[in-house]
């Protein structure tokens, strides 16, 4: 069946250094694929989409790119702030149904 | 702008307990859904309903049912609580298929 796997973490950085956290998935069509971010006691909210090969997401300084022929959805930040201190989720919906599959979840430490 | 509404928060259980979780969305979307949240397993779906009327079996099941009570209400009931149930759940709607919305969680404990 459909599976997302994404990078272990945790994952700690200082200040304005760059974030990539990799992601790649497995599915029969053509998936949409998103990232979520969960801060600390909320639940997930929606950073970025993108619903065919080639398309880029970008939200909050974020982007990732649908990559079709690697199966991968990377998450990258040319700069992170403390603020971006969360759990990232990679994720995907199946073509045609209902169900959205989620990765794991990468925890992200920024240090000031 | 309330979107998805779970309650309770917090819900300490004893085991072989029973409780109802309760799970609103005001965004007239077709499709809910009941995830649980472990440490290192991410999110794992329970049972989902692509639409009123229907409910269907995701990946966790066992010790779990549903009631879809209308289109705006997806009710998660525990009927006889055990330890391994402990977990924070969640409730999400879609407008399939767009990405989902989810509630704030549920942290449960069952001792």
């Known amino acids: 069946g459909d599976s997302v796997t994404q990078m272990e973490g945790p994952v700690t950085l200082s200040e304005e250094a760059c974030l990539t956290i990799n992601c790649t998935y497995t599915a029969t069509g053509y998936p949409s694929l998103f990232w979520y971010v969960q801060y600390p006691g909320e639940g997930l909210q929606l950073l970025l989409k993108a619903t065919k090969a080639d398309d880029k997401g970008s939200n909050k300084g974020f982007e990732a790119t649908y990559r079709k022929e690697t199966t991968s959805f990377h998450l990258e930040k040319g700069s992170v702030q403390v603020s971006d201190s969360a759990v990232y989720f990679c994720a995907l919906s199946e073509t045609g149904g209902f169900k959205t599959i989620f990765g794991a979840g990468t925890r992200l430490f920024v240090k000031a | 702008n309330a979107g998805v509404t779970q309650t309770p928060k917090f819900q300490v259980l004893k085991t072989g307990q029973s409780m109802t979780l309760q799970c609103a969305q005001d965004m007239n979307h077709n499709s809910m859904y009941w995830y649980r949240q472990d440490p290192g397993m991410g999110l794992r779906l329970i049972y989902y309903?692509?639409?009123?009327?229907?409910?269907d079996k995701g990946e966790v099941p066992n010790g779990y049912n549903v009631s879809r009570l209308n289109k705006r209400e997806f009710s998660l009931r525990l009927e006889s609580a055990a330890p391994s149930q402990t977990s924070v759940y969640f409730c999400a709607s879609s407008a399939r298929p767009t990405e989902a919305f989810f509630g704030q969680g549920t942290r449960l404990t069952v001792v």
């Open positions: 309903s692509a639409s009123e009327g229907t409910t």
